[in-house]
């Protein structure tokens, strides 16, 4: 997987500074021919030691503040954004480049959710979602989607991160799993234009984590196998990123 520092950080300015808060990632291996017929046309499916394709679904928390007006008499206004958000991805290359394709990324804000169709083409979809804290560690994460015309999706899970740090090794499938600086979409207005957009951020601290899955419905509701368990669960407190304004690639042929 390429790590260039030009594909990290694109020569123009950024977006939105955010910070992702309590991220868990639960990773699942699923048989190649599972997942490309769901991609679409432009995008190749990653595979790790080009053998074992990957589909993670990802809860975290965002905190951002969001540009939204300039004059000359006031500073930027800007839009506070928090919310929680769950997403269904996989893993991806566009001419020789990594990165996430989102089967779909729900969350609890409206207007976030209006936002990230509009302007970044992503499968953003309307949740309830709640994060609630409970004793001696525990988080429990309550999920359903709520969007028109779309399934009733349901994640329901316990959590407890455990207290060692995680030794990621350059190369690694936990770093292959989190080190990913590039998402790719299709413009929903010409299917033959890949949209893609860039993240920066520092390196993940990662900590294992005990979970409990009481309902999950999101991977099968993609047509995708559902496994009971993941094969690796990672919890991370969180990082600071950058986001960059997205980018059109060459249009298809």
Not at 36 to 43: A, K, Y
Not at 129 to 156: C, Y
Not at 217 to 234: A, I, K, R, W
Request: glycine content about 4%.
């Amino acid at each position: 997987m390429k790590h260039l520092e030009t594909e990290r950080q694109p020569n123009q300015p950024v977006f939105l500074q955010q910070s992702w808060q309590n991220v868990l990632f639960l990773n699942y291996a699923i048989q190649p021919e599972e997942i490309r017929p769901l991609l679409p046309d432009g995008l190749e499916l990653d595979l790790y030691n080009d053998s074992s394709a990957w589909v993670s679904i990802v809860p975290f928390q965002l905190k951002s503040k969001l540009p939204f007006l300039k004059t000359s008499f006031f500073n930027t206004w800007q839009w506070p954004i928090q919310l929680n958000e769950l997403n269904v991805r996989t893993y991806v290359k566009v001419n020789g480049v990594a990165g996430i394709y989102f089967f779909s990324l729900d969350a609890n804000d409206l207007c976030s959710v209006w936002a990230a169709r509009t302007l970044f083409s992503l499968n953003y979809f309307n949740a309830n979602i709640q994060v609630n804290t409970l004793g001696q560690g525990q988080t429990e994460w309550l999920a359903e989607r709520r969007h028109p015309g779309q399934k009733k999706s349901r994640f329901r899970l316990k959590m407890k991160p455990g207290l060692a740090k995680i030794s990621v090794n350059e190369g690694s499938l936990t770093d292959w799993l989190t080190s990913r600086w590039r998402f790719y979409a299709v413009n929903p207005k010409d299917k033959k234009t890949i949209i893609c957009g860039t993240i920066d951020h520092g390196p993940w601290p990662l900590y294992p984590a005990d979970i409990e899955i009481l309902e999950n419905t999101l991977l099968d509701d993609h047509s995708l196998p559902q496994p009971e368990q993941p094969e690796s669960v990672y919890f991370s407190p969180g990082v600071a990123v950058s986001a960059y304004w997205r980018q059109p690639l060459s249009k298809l042929s």
